[in-house]
């Protein structure tokens, strides 16, 4: 499965300061058909929410009575949207076209805080 960010490009400054973007193919699996890479390594995305104590309030509401709670289903989707893109920035830092084998995971910390990270391999296109 291959996906893109809406945002599409990244941009990185390089030496002298220079602006640039590039695209960065995003995979979640092992192999990009039609394409051969090297292996560059590791590359992660990582970022820490918390909702404010109105969002707390409401979500414990709704722990009483049931259903979504909406505020923290749009924490978790923009935290997923942040980590994906620090991915890119950090596959762009070492050079890299594309990463493979990207995955999430997720946790809480304490009681109302949520961190995200989206990992995967940072590869070079070769072909």
Do not use: C, W
């Amino acid at each position: 499965m291959q996906f893109d960010i809406p945002s599409g490009k990244i941009e990185s400054t390089f030496r002298g300061g220079k602006r640039m973007s590039k695209e960065i193919l995003i995979s979640t699996t092992e192999n990009i058909p039609g394409r051969s890479y090297e292996v560059i390594g590791e590359v992660f995305g990582v970022t820490t929410q918390s909702k404010n104590m109105f969002s707390n309030f409401g979500a414990s509401m709704k722990n009483i009575v049931g259903g979504e709670i909406k505020a923290y289903t749009r924490m978790l989707h923009e935290s997923r949207e942040k980590a994906i893109e620090r991915l890119k920035q950090e596959a762009i830092d070492v050079d890299a076209d594309a990463v493979v084998m990207m995955r999430f995971d997720s946790g809480s910390i304490g009681g109302d805080m949520q961190s995200v990270v989206a990992y995967g391999t940072a590869v070079k296109f070769t072909d």
